[in-house]
């Protein structure tokens, strides 16, 4: 999860490298809490519960980025630019807040813009909104990639 953090045996886990005391916590709930941030912490409601913060990893902490092409990016701005060429399979915006490292705000006008322009669709998902790219945005990212999408 994190340098530092490991399993002691004993019913004893080390959070950090610090020659702190420790805290006996039998008997007490531990919660693991994984998080987008690049940085740990705990947290604790003595003596009842206790909970190791941690960024977590997989798909959507470390994507594999796909960079946008220079062109794409000079046309539609760099950051636009990378959430067409994402949108190649469909994501919600949430999902793209944690891939582009952007806040919501600046992720939906991006999306506003792209579906204004005709280059995303979006549909429903239960309560989340997909968006993917449309024909022409995929023609736009084939063409500034040199005739193959991504």
Known sequence: MRPGLRW???GR???NAYGNPPREISGAELFFVPV???AGW???DEPRRYAVVYPCSGTLASPDSVA???TLA???GPARAAILVMLGTPKTTSQLVVLTGQGLGSVG???????????????RAGRSVLYYRSEAGDLL???QNGGTAP
């Open 36 to 38: 987008t941030p690049q």
């Open 74 to 76: 000079a046309l539609l």
């Open 8 to 10: 002691l045996g004993e």
């Open 68 to 70: 946008a092409p220079e």
């Open 13 to 15: 886990l080390q959070i």
């Open 109 to 123: 006008r991006h999306l506003k813009i792209l579906w204004d322009a005709g280059l995303l669709h979006r549909r």
């Open 42 to 44: 705990v947290a604790w």
């Open 141 to 143: 990212v084939s063409v």
